[in-house]
């Protein structure tokens, strides 16, 4: 059964973190994508929290695509942490490196967009 997902998106200054919390599939739109359009207009820094994301199909990772083609396109700087092992291998399969690099944690991540 699908978690459906929920977001929790916190801002501080030009940095926002957005946690996703529960499966990412194609019924995950407005959680993710809704959630970065609501992002203050001074959002130059994101990080994206997969923590707490224990499943993510083919749907779910053309949203996260969508996200990340939309921020290169501002320009913005997102940085993702919390994937899993399969995840990591996956977006560097699919060549996400080009618009994100990944982190163990949040620290890193935001030691990253520092």
């Not at 940095?15 to 995950?28: C, H, L, N, P, Y």
């Not at 982190?103 to 990253?112: F, G, K, S, T, V």
């Amino acid at each position: 059964m699908v978690t459906p997902t929920k977001t929790k998106t916190e801002q501080s200054g030009d940095t926002a973190v957005m946690r996703f919390e529960g499966d990412i599939t194609s019924t995950s739109e407005e959680a993710v994508i809704g959630k970065y359009k609501e992002l203050g207009a001074g959002t130059k820094k994101i990080l994206l929290d997969f923590s707490k994301v224990p499943y993510l199909n083919s749907s779910g990772i053309a949203l996260v695509i969508q996200l990340l083609m939309a921020a290169s396109k501002v320009p913005q700087k997102v940085v993702c942490f919390g994937l899993s092992a399969h995840f990591v291998k996956v977006f560097t399969m699919l060549g996400l490196a080009k618009y994100t690099t990944m982190h163990a944690d949040e620290a890193a991540a935001r030691a990253a967009v520092a």
